[in-house]
Structure formats: C-alpha cells, structure tokens
C-alpha cells in the first residue's frame, strides 16, 4: 500500500513538472479528468511518458545516491573505524557491502569456508560451538561495531564458530582477499587491523572461557 502511495505521488508531482514545462499542453489536457482517475496516466502521449520515465529515473537515482552517502556516514561511526582516517575509511567501504539478515538467520555455520570479514552494524549476532551430545552452545554475543568472521583473514580460511542473528542484523562484509591486499600493501595499516583483530581475540577468549566453565560446572 506505501509502495502504490509513493508511486502514484511521483507520478502526480512529475505530471505537474511536465504542465509547468509546457504550457501549451495544459490547454489540450482535460486535467481535471485525469487528476480524478485511478489509474492517472494511463492513456498519457508517448512524450509525456517518455518525460515522466526520465524524470522518475533521476529522482530515484538521486534517492540511491543519497541512501548511499547517509550509509556511508553512519558507518564511519563504527567503533571499527576509529582506528583510521577518512582516505583509509573509504577504502575499505570500497571492498564492502551491506548485508541484511533476518532474526534466526545462521549467518556462518561452524566449519565454513569463509570469504568475507563481518563487522556488525545493526542487532545482535550470537557465536557457538557445535558439542558432541550437547549440540549448540553459544559462546559470545556480538555488538554493533564489532567484528567476526575473523577466520577469513588468515589459512585455512575456517570458522571456528557458527553466527546467528537474534534479531534483524546487518553487517557490512569485507572482501577478505582484497583487505588481504590493502594490508600487505600498506603494513601501517595491515598493523592496525591486526590489532584490532587482536583485541577481539583477546576478548573472545575470555568470554568463550568463562562459558565453558559454566557448562561443567553445571554437569
């Protein structure tokens, strides 16, 4: 119902643009008809069809573009991005892409090859091990502005944990191959991320111990 709505508003505010372009059309156009009917423009001449095409396909081009810079904005952000200035920022947004999950989506599985380095941008993630009798047991709880999928940054390129989201997520997924090559290209950097990947191992560890020793102690 909002996608018809906003449909036909542009297709009225575009039919407004075309009159105020052509004057002498207004004449010849039984507007007052038209405005009225449900399914406004229908019957349009070729040009004025061609003209509300054009139009449309600027205005949701600009709205692309304008998604796109508001996206690129709230990911500079992120905790992960501290670490660098806007150039090395924007180089990284250029090997990533935002994905979209849904609550109970397994994101990786245990074992996986994996291609991409996750940061999380919105909801929360939950990593685990598979146990043999015990099945899965979750570990640690990922935050906007952490990440995983770690493995993807070093051989074999394995998880060692599987990911689901527990509510809506979107993580922006790092191109693990082409990162590997902004690093060994640019040691400066490569030290950077591998510090931060450092402190989440740090930080996993601890978590994943603390975990562990909950489940024997409650066998």
């Not at 095409?53 to 992120?78: P, Q, R």
Request: contains cysteine.
């Amino acid at each position: 119902m909002v996608v018809v709505s906003i449909e036909q508003n542009m297709n009225i505010f575009i039919d407004l643009l075309y009159i105020r372009s052509i004057p002498s059309y207004f004449n010849s156009l039984k507007w007052e008809r038209e405005k009225s009917s449900p399914s406004l423009g229908e019957s349009l001449p070729a040009g004025r069809q061609g003209f509300r095409s054009g139009v449309k396909s600027c205005i949701t081009f600009a709205f692309k573009i304008y998604i796109m810079i508001k996206n690129i904005d709230e990911l500079k952000k992120l905790k992960f991005f501290k670490e660098f200035d806007d150039a090395t920022t924007e180089k990284i947004l250029e090997i990533s892409e935002l994905k979209e999950f849904k609550v109970k989506d397994v994101i990786i599985e245990e074992h996986q090859e994996l291609s991409e380095l996750y940061i999380l941008v919105e909801g929360l993630v939950i990593l685990g091990i598979n146990v043999p009798a015990k099945g899965r047991i979750n570990v640690d709880t990922i935050h906007p502005g952490q990440i995983f999928s770690w493995s993807a940054i070093f051989p074999p390129y394995i998880s060692t944990a599987y990911a689901i989201a527990t509510q809506p997520v979107k993580v922006l997924a790092i191109k693990a191959s082409e990162l590997i090559e902004l690093m060994n290209n640019n040691h400066t950097f490569g030290f950077k991320i591998m510090k931060i990947i450092g402190k989440t191992l740090s930080q996993r560890l601890a978590d994943t111990r603390f975990q562990l020793v909950n489940i024997i102690t409650m066998t």
